[in-house]
C-alpha cells in the first residue's frame, strides 16, 4: 500500500516540506523570477510593514475584527463561503511547489495585500500559481495600503505557456523577461506555416519515342554472320580469317561507342531531374539539421536541469555509502519520467543496498563488502564472501599440515640425532636433517675429499595441494637441500 504524502509548514522559517524533503514556496518562485531587491529600504520600516500586514491577516483569519483595513476586507468577502489561511502544495510537469492562500471563496482566490504600491506582477504570478492547485474563476487583490486608497484589483489569468515559462526560468535562476505580461508583444512568436507539401509531377513524360535502327541492324548483322563461318577458315587462308576478324570487332566497337553516345543523350533529362531533385531534399535536410540542433540543445538544457534537481534531492538524503553516479539512471532524465517517481526509485534503492549490508554483515566479510559497494551486486558479493572464505580454509590447512611436518621431521631427526651419538647437522632454516651418507662415508675413508662444489641460490613459487607441498619439502630435506618459508 502506498504511504501518504507528509506535508508540513515550518511556520518559522517560512520552509514547505513533502516527505521531509524542502520544496520551493511560491515566494520563492516569485523573488527569484521577479527579482525582487528590498535591501535598499531600511529593516525597521521592513519589520513595521510586515507587523501591520500579519496583524491584518490574523484578523482576517480568527474573525476577531476591529482595524479599519480588516472591516473593509469583511465587507468585500462572504466570510461563510470563505476559508482562510488554506495551505497547499501542487505538482506540474514534475515541478513540486507549495503556498499558502490567504481567502478561497466559492469561485473566487482572494489575496491580502498591504504594501503602498500596486505590483501586478507579483500579485498574477502568485495567484495563478495558487490556482493551479484551488483551480477557481476568478482572481482578486483586496489592496489596503496604509493610505488609505483600499481597493479590489482583478488579476489576469496566465496562460499555460506563461506558467511553465515562470517555472522554467525559476528553475534556471534567472528573471523573466520585461514584457512577460504582454503575452504577445515582443515575444518571439512563431508563425504558424502551413506544412511543407511536395508532390512531384511529370509535367511532359515522352516514353518509347526513342526511334533507332537497332532492330534492323540486328538483322543484318544475322545474315550477314553466315558468311564468316569457321568453315570457311583453313591454314591455307589464315590471313583472309585475320581480316575478317579485325572488321567484326571493329564493327562492334563502333556500334557500342554509338549505343553509348544516344543512351547518354537519351539519359541528359533524367540526369538534369535527379540533380534538381537531390540538391532539393539537401536544402531541406540542411535547414531540419539546424533546427535539430536548436531543440536538442534546449532538450540538454532540460535535463541538465532536472539533473541537477535530482542530485538535490539525493543530497538531501545524506546518503554517502555509494555516489550518485551508482545509482543514476539516464532514463531519469526522460521527460516522461515523473520527478516523484524518481524520489520513489532512489529512496528504494538506497533501502535495498541498507538490506544487503545487513546480509553482509552478518556473514562478516569486510572484503565482500567492500567488493558489494563497487558493484551494488549482491550475488556477486554473496560469491566472493565464498571466495575468501574458501581461501582461508585452504591456507589454515596447509599450515596445520606444514606444522604437522615440521613436527614429525623434528621427531625423526631428534631420533637420528640420537643413533648417530648425537652428531648434528644444522639447517639454516632451524629444521636438522640426518648426516649425508656421502659425508659419513667419507669422513670413514682416508679418501682425499674432493673439491667442495659451488652453492647457488633459486627463488620459485610453487602452487599445488597440501599434500603435494608436504612431499616437496619431505624430497628437499632428503636431498639436503636448504630452503625457507615466506
Known sequence: MKKKDVFTFDERFHVYRLNGEIIPSVTKIICTVAGKDLSHIPPEILKKAAERGTAIHKEIETGVVQSVEAKWIEQNIVRASCKFEQQFYHIIDDFTYAGTADIVASDTLFDIKTQKEADVLSWALQLNLYNLFFKKKCLKVLHTPNTGNFSVIDIPFLSMEQIQEVI????????????????????????????????????????????????????????????????????????????????????????????????????????????????????????????????????????????????????????????????????????????????????????????????????????????????????????????????????????????????????????????????????????WCQPSPSFSDSAQTETTPQEKEEKLQVTFMVIGTADQLVALQTYMENAQLRYTFQ
Open 168 to 431: 522554467s526560468t525559476y528553475l534556471q535562476g534567472a528573471q523573466l523577461r520585461e514584457d512577460f505580461m504582454n503575452s504577445k508583444e515582443g515575444k518571439k512568436e512563431l508563425v504558424e506555416v502551413p506544412p511543407l507539401e511536395l508532390t512531384l509531377k511529370v509535367v511532359e513524360q515522352n516514353i518509347g519515342t526513342l526511334n533507332t535502327n537497332a532492330e534492323q541492324l540486328l538483322e543484318l548483322v544475322k545474315k550477314r554472320l553466315a558468311y564468316y563461318s569457321i568453315d570457311r577458315y583453313s591454314v591455307d587462308n589464315i590471313d583472309a580469317a585475320k581480316k575478317d576478324k579485325a572488321e567484326l570487332n571493329n564493327a562492334a566497337k563502333l556500334l557500342n561507342a554509338e549505343r553509348i553516345r544516344i543512351e547518354k543523350e537519351f539519359m541528359k533529362p533524367i540526369e538534369t531531374f535527379k540533380t534538381t531533385v537531390s540538391e532539393t531534399v539537401n536544402l531541406i535536410n540542411e535547414c531540419s539539421a539546424k533546427i535539430d540542433g536548436i531543440v536538442k540543445e534546449v532538450e540538454q538544457k532540460e535535463k541538465d536541469n532536472k539533473k541537477a534537481i535530482i542530485i538535490e534531492y539525493f543530497e538531501s538524503l545524506h546518503f554517502s555509502l555509494v555516489d550518485f553516479d551508482m545509482l543514476f539512471n539516464p532514463k531519469w532524465l526522460n521527460k516522461t519520467t515523473k520527478l516523484k517517481d524518481i524520489q520513489d526509485e532512489i529512496q528504494g534503492r538506497i533501502e535495498k543496498i541498507e538490506a544487503d549490508l545487513g546480509v553482509l554483515d552478518r556473514i562478516g566479510e569486510a572484503e565482500a563488502k567492500q567488493y558489494y559497494l563497487s558493484t551494488l551486486n549482491l550475488d556477486a558479493a554473496l560469491a566472493k564472501a565464498d571466495e575468501i572464505k574458501a581461501n582461508r580454509e585452504r591456507l589454515a590447512a596447509l599450515e596445520k599440515a606444514q606444522a604437522a611436518q615440521k613436527d614429525q621431521s623434528l621427531s625423526e631427526r631428534e631420533q637420528i640425532n640420537s643413533d648417530a651419538g648425537g652428531e648434528e647437522n644444522p639447517h639454516a632454516d632451524g629444521f
